[in-house]
């Protein structure tokens, strides 16, 4: 009987498709409370928003897609605007499609995809908006070089991300309750995101800063990651529930505000490019 050889690549692969398929089925778990934990989400997306309600004075229509839309809280936003002429959403969860098919109105498309090799023309869209979406991918690299492909010549893009330091303070609170087993989920760095923009992006605009926001404790803290389906996906986790001594302990680990509430850091990064 033969050996069957399977080369690095295909192994690789296959991880990346388990991976991209454990995200979907994540996100799409989530899709039913997504919204009503979406804090943060809004607050980037609203940042960007700002800047494309400056550029709409432009006197074309426009074809613009959110990628990464999830249950297309700002793909409705964008409906409103009377220049967009097509609107598209994508996203590789089903689950999170059918929940924006239901809360969308007509004329909207929604498409299942992949940001890593998007089902789109080239030369096909003038604006790509993607709100947090490109840190769950495995090459970012790849995703810019989609969204540069698929960009009118003019057409603008905006992204946003998350970057290292990102729920430090979780990160450090679970590494004394828990050492040796990782509970949240690594992020580039922004020298890394700047080189990869650098490399695919000529002359793209990236602003960083660091955005804290409070809960009443590292439960609820928790509880809206669940919520939003950003638990950690790393191959390191867990795979039984972790033990309710170890969450205590994790709760104790973290640092407190004199009220007894707790802050967590998000080191947040948009990147603004218009296609030459």
């Excluded at 809360?103 to 498409?111: E, Q």
């Amino acid at each position: 009987m033969g050996v069957m050889s399977i080369s690095t690549d295909q192994t690789a692969r296959g991880i990346s498709d388990t991976r991209k398929s454990d995200i979907a089925r994540g996100f799409g778990i989530a899709s039913g409370t997504y919204e009503s934990a979406s804090r943060l989400q809004r607050f980037m997306g609203n940042t960007m928003l700002q800047k494309f309600e400056f550029w709409e004075s432009q006197d074309h229509d426009l074809t613009l897609l959110d990628l990464g839309c999830g249950t297309g809280w700002f793909t409705r936003k964008f409906a409103d605007f009377r220049q967009i002429e097509s609107l598209s959403g994508v996203d590789l969860s089903p689950g999170m499609l059918e929940q924006a098919r239901k809360n969308g109105p007509a004329g909207i498309s929604w498409i299942v995809g992949d940001a890593e090799h998007l089902p789109l023309p080239d030369s096909s869209v003038d604006v790509i908006f993607s709100n947090l979406m490109i840190q769950w991918c495995d090459d970012p690299g790849a995703v810019l070089r989609e969204c540069r492909r698929i960009l009118r010549p003019g057409g603008d893009l905006m992204v946003s991300t998350l970057l290292d330091g990102t729920l430090r303070e979780l990160k450090s609170a679970w590494q004394a309750a828990d050492p040796g087993h990782q509970h949240v989920n690594r992020f580039e760095t922004g020298l890394a995101l700047q080189a990869k923009v650098r490399a695919e992006l000529p002359d793209a605009v990236v602003e960083e800063r660091t955005i804290n926001l409070p809960y009443e404790s590292p439960m609820a803290l928790a509880g809206e990651l669940r919520h939003l389906g950003a638990g950690f996906r790393g191959a390191s986790r867990r795979r039984a529930a972790t033990a309710p001594g170890r969450m205590r302990e994790m709760c104790r680990q973290y640092p407190k505000e004199p009220d007894g509430t707790i802050m967590a850091s998000y080191e947040a990064a948009w990147v603004y490019w218009q296609k030459p």
